[in-house]
């Protein structure tokens, strides 16, 4: 009678607990899962340690609740969640569940959290769903990390992973995003599409990504070197968090990490799915992208095996020069106000409008030719008039009207900063990754991905000849001196190159439990590169520049209103080039545990990497059609090899017997512990420390997935 009022106040533990062992044998067999459990009696805080080792289960609780709280032990075959409520009987604790499936631990009285107070919580044998091998960093890492949570992430409401980078990291000077031209101007054979992130301003080839811990194959673009991996395409519902290292850390990662290091670790501790469509546009409708995120996670086998999948499809319109005028306008504004050289100085060019402007090419002020009456101008430039026709045609007074000035409208066209130019270039891309992780027993996990991402996207140029060399003898030319002309451009020969990038990655990996509570992570990640870019369009014939300069063909009119046909190659492309391939192969070796070495804080922690990188870069040609200088340019294989090894050490210095209480004055442990513990800390009242306690397993800096009580 006594046991049924016990197991009535107490639920199935009780019960469990006093049951005779075949009856317990029988429970075992009809429960879902049970793990075999042998935790002597002693302090409560060992025997929840030693449940979440055997359970690879997370417990959160307070450590005044639980620290000098004793357990009666226990022993057998049991449920993880009936073991660990018989470990809490008699020690006035009652469990929860969170919403991520960890158990947290409450007093039986009902003291909840004040919301007014921030608890300590300490986090016990955490089970992340992450295929993250990098050390997993904090903010108080001993290096500089800064590190970006999902919450973080969410909060910013950045439409996309780079545009967070560039807008909420401060030490990335790049302002440049995938969607803008890059370094080489609205050229045709301009790559789009393709992130650009710069720590420090050291260079983007010295800025090294990572995914999950992990190199990337950097984009071949033909010109023999590797540029940076790109992260256009992965989706930034997909992101866990972002740790970055904003220092020099050639040392620990090996070459291109001299500007530092961006680890995106990807979500994999979720179950359930999420579906987001996103649609954005500018306040007056001129640039609309639509998104469509997908993250999914399926716990299969209780738990046992649990599979991810994310998704992404993103779709942007171009953004025109012609849209945003008001632009031009205040960077034309400011420019003349600081350097008016740069548009009226002598050695300057004549600038782009939407009628031919020009200017002498000696810089001295213009002369009429004898047959226009001989006089000297007053200026040495100036711009043709609206449905000029000529000289020939119109005369020489319409043309006076526009000496000592220039045409600074906007042209219609995609050069310079016509109306057609891309601000920000349209891009298509789409990306998605499957994961698998399988425990198959307490001493063995083995875990694969696979995943794909692909950006495509279009340069818009003006494919046209902008300026030329009037000859003071040519008979459209009324000046006796040659003049430069440039011409406002022709939207008929605007033309589309797309260029694409595509990833592919796969890696496969399995950790093992070790004796001494170490454990082992061995992996070999494989991932591929392909970017390729469209033919350009047939050159300008090279004796187009020598008709408008003899005047056989009359540019030094209204262009628009009289159209010129300048003369084109007549070969089917100008430039060609193959696809450029790359790619990554990367075994790897990581241990994990304690050394037997015990500080006031706990255990040293040591973690030992030993990784083979193999980079190789496939060969690609160039092709270029002139008809006066054909030439193939060949870029032969590359391959680059680096062996790493790389070990970090965590000392816990200070624990739960130096946690500091309120009341210090300065917030400080006492001069007796420093003198004992910290020799060359500073003075109190040199810097505040914030309440300090002990971690527990596993210390700072050592990844709670990878910690060697939890395969």
Known sequence: MKKQIVAAALGATALTAMMPMGAVAQSAQTARTTERFDIPAGPLVEALQAWSRITRRQIIYRMEDVGGKRTDGLRGNYDPTLALQGLLLGTGLKLVTTEDGAVALRPLAGDEIKDSATPDILVKGRRNWTLNTGIERTQNDSQPFIVMDRKEIERSGAPNLEAFLRNQLNVNTSPIAGDQPKAGGTSAGTRVGLSNINLRGIGSRDTLILIDGRRQPGINLGDGDISQPSITGIPIAAVERIEVLASSASGIYGSGASGGVINIVLRRDFKGGELSLNYDNTSDFKQGRGTIDLVAGVPLEHGRTRVSLTANWTKSEPLLYSDRENLRQRGLKALLANNPDSFYGAYAYPPQGTTPNFMSYNGQPLQLKPAYGGQTLTSMYGTIPQGYAGVQTAGITPLLAGIGKYNLDQPNTASGFGKRTPLIFPVDQYSGSLAVRREFNTWLTAYAEVGLQHSTAFSTSANVLQTFVLSATAANNPFTQDVLVTLPGDPRYDVTVKSTASTFR??????????????????????????????????????????????????????????VAIPYDSTPYYTRQGGGDSSNLAPSLRLAGPLPVTLPGGQVWMTINAELNDQQVKGLRTTVLSPLFPYTQYIPDGRQTTKSIYAEAVFPLVGEKQELRPGNRYGLPTRKWLRKYSRGLPSPGTAYAPRVHARAIPPQGVPLSRHPSLP
């Open 506 to 563: 796969t890696l496969g990996g399995a950790i093992f439990k070790l004796p001494y509570d170490w454990q082992a992570v061995t992996e070999v990640a494989y991932s591929k590169s392909r970017s390729t870019v469209g033919d350009s369009a047939p050159g300008v014939a090279y004796e187009a520049s020598s008709l408008l300069g003899a005047g056989t063909l009359n540019g030094f009119r209204d262009t628009l209103a009289y159209p």
